[in-house]
């Protein structure tokens, strides 16, 4: 507890609040917007980017992550600035910040639930030309901010999933990993298995360690699998076949062509959801799509190169995870040949376990039941 709370002071009451608030991307370009709730104090009934305060102790990304989760039931990855304002009142003060954020692998919008309908009346996702009103006040500069930083070429990347999956430098949360591991190789060798949960998880925890125990297996990787993720063009959800999802036909027809004359670094489910967001923030003619799309094109050139391969081996969700002894000990042994550049920190454990034969894959969005999800989230 802060000292403001133990005096009873209230954030953007008695001094200035922080709040955080994102703008959610679906794999379709469609924005994730809710409907504040007509009883609301502030804007009741207009529709604004979901979000909330930020607690003592807690960074703003996190603070997003637990709002997302909380309000909607989605998770998000990678969070990038987007704007930052001061909404000031006779009776409020408010400082917010602003994101432009992806679900997450696994994470699709049809998903999304409305669990806090005392705020809220209804969620959805809307393409950005045909959004709902009327919009809050609060939020209405922000879409603007989205949509001038959508107008530059240069930051294509940066408001839709162009970026690479591949970083100059390790990943902070691989290596974070991989120092566990090899820390609890080397202090406990007679462990029988890893767990990993992460600190708001919120699956069903015991059915989890249930199945640990269930499929005692020293060869064990067990948790929501992701399989056929995409490292080539990132993805916020790797089950999906781009090829059923609508899109332009002038998207449609950019990617037969390219996949066919060059070696673009995307297969064809890749190429539609990147020219499809192309056609959303700049233009859908050959021209502008060969701009657009050209920073992913040389990213998933990069990617393909480095991982040797434009889709990741099986590789569980990040939220919670376990490893028998026998994968721990392989990675331990190879530590220094692992690769450790990946955006996607467990899709990179993918990579380490993938030449470990006779690894035991358990799969738990086959093995715990939606009942059981439901009863741990409740």
């Keep these: 507890m802060s000292a403001a709370d133990a005096a009873g002071l209230k954030a953007g009451k008695d001094y200035p609040g922080v709040g955080v608030g994102a703008f959610v991307f679906d794999d379709r ?16 009934g ?34 990038q600035l987007l704007d930052v304002s001061s909404q000031i009142s006779s009776s409020s ?39 709902p009103t009327p919009l809050a006040d609060f939020t209405a500069p922000a879409l603007e901010s989205l949509r ?8 294509a990347a940066a408001a839709t999933t162009l970026g690479p999956q591949v970083l100059d430098e390790p990943s902070p949360a691989i290596l974070r990993i991989a120092g566990a591991l090899v820390l609890l190789w080397h202090s406990r060798p007679d462990l029988d298995f890893v767990v990993k949960l992460e600190d ?20 064990l990787l067990m948790g929501w699998i992701v399989e056929d993720f995409p490292v080539s063009v990132r993805s916020s ?20 062509e390219m ?28 021209a502008q799509l060969l701009d657009c799309t050209s920073a992913a094109r040389a990213a998933g050139s990069e990617s393909v190169l480095y991982y040797g391969t434009a889709f990741a081996p099986p590789f569980p969700l990040s939220a919670a995870w376990a490893l028998g002894r026998r994968p721990l000990e392989f990675i331990v042994d190879n530590i220094d040949d692992l690769k450790m550049r990946g955006e996607v920190a467990e899709a990179l454990l993918g990579f380490w376990l993938a030449g470990l034969e006779d690894l035991k894959i358990v799969d738990l969005s086959r093995e715990i039941s939606a009942d059981e999800k439901e009863s741990a989230d409740t």
């Design 148 to 155: 001038e930083k959508r107008r530059r070429p240069a930051d």
């Design 29 to 44: 370009g469609r924005v994730l917007l809710v409907k504040r709730s007509s009883t609301s104090r502030v804007a009741p």
């Design 259 to 286: 996949i066919r004359v060059s070696m673009s670094g995307m297969d064809f489910r890749g190429c539609l959801r990147v020219a499809s967001e192309c056609c959303n923030s700049s233009g859908c003619d050959e």
């Design 46 to 79: 207009t529709w604004a980017r979901p979000g909330g305060a930020v607690e003592h102790g807690e960074s703003c990304e996190a603070a997003l992550i637990r709002e997302l989760r909380e309000e909607t039931g989605l998770d998000i990855v990678e969070p």
């Design 237 to 256: 959800n790797a089950d999906e076949a781009c090829e059923t999802c609508p899109v332009p036909v002038a998207a449609e027809r950019f990617c037969q």
């Design 200 to 219: 708001s998880v919120t699956l069903p925890l015991l059915p989890f360690f249930d199945k640990v125990l269930e499929h005692a297996d020293e060869s």
């Design 93 to 131: 003060h408010w400082v917010s910040i602003g994101y432009i954020a992806q679900l997450a692998p696994g994470c699709a919008a049809e998903s999304a639930v409305n669990r806090e309908p005392a705020k809220h009346d209804e969620l959805g996702f809307f393409d950005l030309e045909d959004l």
